[in-house]
């Protein structure tokens, strides 16, 4: 028996929540979904979320929010991440952190499923050993289920790649977010373990990595911060289904979604 | 009448030489191919490139070769780079850089492709304006031919998407280099420019972007400088193939390869 | 004869114009001052300038500001950037950015002064090279002056070290700024250039760099944004006086200062 | 009763160790000192240190060594940081780094100072947080001795100025290192820590921050990687001289050195 999970992509703006909203439940069918995670940072007007957007996104089936550097963007939610089970954010956040790095799910059919967030820190943070940090949260995961997935949002492919190594066969699938492009590299390592350096992004394509385009051009030309707003053509769902054994909680397929909506 | 370009993702060391040297000929053959273009800044011993590493390329069939940051690894080829013309580097390193940014090279049929190579800045160095260097250069290589191909050798994806649609209609193709990752977004532009984020790298994917995995995971584990390995198992070629019509120079097509050899 | 160049550290704000309006016009009696020139990047509210703060600097004697990367944090001051040539930017950012990266002054007596700004590229912006900028416009300012101030607002002491020794004996000094704290290396290098890594800040020094030092510290701590206040106490002028020898250009003198308000 | 602590900012290449050769004696006599503390992470070559640098300095009469970043240039020296307990590197390296973060050495007359060594994080590597490893740390040393010195290696000013702010009351001394420029802002805090944020360097200062300073420039004009040497002339120890009062630990004089050799 398999467990199919969809991981969706970091999700921008209200573009992103629309794309969920058309195309979701069409996904959901074709592809025999379970459990439905997405990634959330960028929710609410593109930084950030807010508990109005997430539920929406619960309202479209959305069963847990994982996020990133992106989470804090939203001043004094931090009640809010205390208090709200369905959004982790990246667990190797100092002590004393809103919010919770890691919990389990349960699919509507009662199986378990565990699901950690991780921080990379190359061009990012100055966060805790995100290998590190792994090995302790799996140490209390595994004794509650197999069947675990993580979501590494980090921005260097080698940061992403060492640690999906380092954790094969100790999780069911690390899934990269961040840098918001979709990468086609998913497989399944020797032990077990799903694999994709990035899962991509959920909004308007018409858009440099979900912002308009022509202020991402001038951020670049000018050197200096530009307010970016948030695009609204071409809407696309960025995902990946994973089909864990939920007996081994080894992978047995991955498989990448692109979906114009 | 379009011309087809296959362009061919970072080179690893000899496992990348060998990958070509198996299967080059099967693409050529299958995709139709009139000019093979690859990014070699890792050929040789997966740092820098040598006249003789770049022999075999060319013995292999290639017709050009671009590069990146890693073309400086090897010392004391300022000498090769100034005379060898089957090989550029970024065109925005400062003026007196050994080498050149920029070429015309013919098919075998006698059709002039402009290629152009550029380094992003974000988390690399500090160099000159890539934009601003694009503009300046095309204006001379537009008067040579329609043809053009940018290698953007760059970090992130903010960086290479915005010099993407900053040249949209001005060139046939800007591909990206440098994470040896390939991305799955592969797509022609409205203004007719074929773009992906990152082409990816040819090599062994038994390892982290082209080297061993264990080093490179002990890096991340210790943070202190690894001797890296290229590891020979799993060989791909990760490329494009870009069709370019020959009136317009605008690109018809733009299909990723991943092949196994 | 020569003439004696008060050049002030990042004024960081109301407290920063605070130990201006109480303490300047006794070290120009005291140190026979004949220009003061003063970093302004942080004058208002310790982010950027408005017309205000300028203003408020002039009426205590300022007669020209330099700045740096926190001169664009007040939105919508292109236009008085570019009015006002009693401030200057960084020179080398990229062309059409609004105002001027260099000036001649006057003094009361009547001596012409060339004043330069430039940034450091090292961890800062993806700017034009500050050496050959530095080059391209001394060329210019030569023709007008041959004493001649370079306020180099910069990150590391090797970029400020490295530029000074660069334009030594064609400057007459090279002051750093931007780290706001005061360097102990200020000399007259051999060709005549007085040289100091750091001038330091005006300000509360009741601080972490002129900010609260709690907010600070719970950055490290937390690894989030914090909102910087900007404390009251323990004030203090960081600033170097510099004699040049108006026939030559050589420097002939550079004292550090640090005089509690 | 107080205890006179010299430390001495990082010891650069062989002409560091001339000059530590020549002068040291005379600041040990003029000073009063009893404690001689030196960073030697640039004693070698100007990249890490070797048994034998690091016994030329214990001739010359220092204690003990601290380092940084530097310390791992020379490689397969595990073994020795390991065994040799007059040398510390920073604390906050990951689990199972060779060698050790903090130490207790005695005075010649029998006083026991705490030594501890942090790396800061900002522009530097992915490291443990230095605040949160100094609690830990210090916890355990003060049940040791209440005359404790950190050397915080670090580049930025607000890092070191925030932990400085931090442990102020907590500890004797916080120095700070790595930037190889002495400042001008020596202090005791209110709670009694003495600080400086960089305590300088040893070394030739006909250099930039102890390399060929006509090499330093070739790095930035050219953006690659140039082989440093070390220059010989001008020679000069930076360092601090601190008093601290045996009973309660509090620092009761914090001094600069300057010395020409
Ligand atoms: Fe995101
Ligand atoms: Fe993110
Ligand atoms: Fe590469
Ligand atoms: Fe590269
Ligand atoms: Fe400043
Ligand atoms: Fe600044
Ligand atoms: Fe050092
Ligand atoms: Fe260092």
Chains 1, 2, 3, 4 share one sequence.
């Not at 439905?36 to 959305?62: C, K, Q, S």
């Not at 809103?98 to 919990?103: I, V």
Request: with cysteine; net charge neutral; proline share 4%.
């Amino acid at each position: 028996m398999s467990v199919r999970i969809l991981f969706i992509g970091d999700i921008v703006g209200s573009p992103g929540r629309t794309a969920i909203s058309r195309e979701l439940h069409r996904l959901v069918d074709r592809h025999a979904i379970d459990l439905i995670i997405a990634n959330g940072e960028n929710a609410a007007g593109g930084f950030g979320i807010t508990p109005d957007t997430a539920a929406e996104l619960y309202r479209h089936g959305v069963h847990l929010l994982t996020s990133g550097n992106h989470i804090w963007d939203k001043k004094d939610n931090s009640g809010f991440l205390d208090r709200e089970e369905r959004i982790i954010r990246p667990l190797n956040y100092p002590p004393g952190t809103p919010g919770r790095g890691s919990t389990v799910v349960e699919t509507p059919a009662g199986i378990k499923v565990g699901v950690l967030n991780l921080e990379g820190r190359v061009y990012m943070k100055n966060l805790d050993c995100p290998f590190r940090c792994a090995d302790a949260e799996l140490e209390q995961l595994r004794k509650k289920t197999s069947i675990i997935l993580l979501d590494f949002h980090a921005e260097t492919t080698s940061e992403k790649a060492s640690l999906g190594w380092y954790l094969d066969g100790r999780v069911s699938a690390v899934v990269g977010t961040h840098t918001h492009v979709q990468t086609a590299d998913e497989r399944i390592l020797p032990g077990g373990t799903a694999y994709i350096t990035d899962v991509g992004m959920t909004g308007s394509f018409d858009s440099v990595i979900g912002v308009d385009k022509g202020q991402a051009i001038q951020r670049f030309l000018t050197q200096q911060s530009v307010k970016f707003d948030i695009p609204k053509k071409d809407l696309r769902i960025n995902a990946v289904v994973i089909g864990v054994d939920t007996k081994t909680g080894k992978a047995v397929s991955i498989e990448r979604i692109n979906a114009a909506c």
